[in-house]
């Protein structure tokens, strides 16, 4: 079994970056002792993942965050949420520096730098709510 600062390669959160790849390319890979994970990567940029999922915080990575209300784990739709509750102006993502990510909280969508959501791969939002629907399928 591989084991990174203690903590098995199998606990890394899922869809994260590979650890020995990362630190390949110039970053850091770090376990907390809350167990939270530490991604640094080759520019110094720094994305925590708690209980498996990116903190993606406002100002270092995310521009805003939106309610949408429920997520439908579908990006066309909830993009288009967000777009209209979102403080933009006009109410459309107009370049492409950003983009949403789904919180992983079913309601949230944050307006995060492109290349960092990228870049520090993850689990998602959607995910969540994909898992959701079909736990919901199935009691039926």
């Keep these: 079994m591989l084991v990174h600062n203690g903590y098995a390669f199998r606990d890394k959160p ?3 970056p590979d650890p020995k790849k990362w630190e390949k390319k110039g ?3 770090e376990v907390l002792e809350d167990g939270t994970w530490r991604y640094t990567d080759w520019e110094g940029n720094v994305v925590d993942y708690v209980n498996g999922y990116p903190v993606f915080k406002i100002p270092d ?6 309610d949408i209300g429920k997520q439908k ?17 006009p109410p459309k993502l107009s370049n492409q520096q950003t983009t949403w990510h789904h919180h992983e909280d079913g309601k949230t969508m944050q307006e995060v730098d492109r ?4 870049r ?15 736990g919901i399928k199935k009691r039926k």
């Design 27 to 29: 970053g850091k890979v």
């Design 61 to 66: 990575h995310a521009r805003q965050n939106v």
């Design 115 to 118: 290349k960092i959501h990228n």
């Design 73 to 89: 784990g579908n990006h066309t739709t909830d993009y288009t949420m967000a777009e209209k509750n979102s403080n933009l102006d």
């Design 120 to 134: 520090f791969t993850h689990q998602g939002g959607v995910s969540q709510v994909k898992k959701n629907k079909v």
């Design 14 to 16: 899922k869809y994260a």
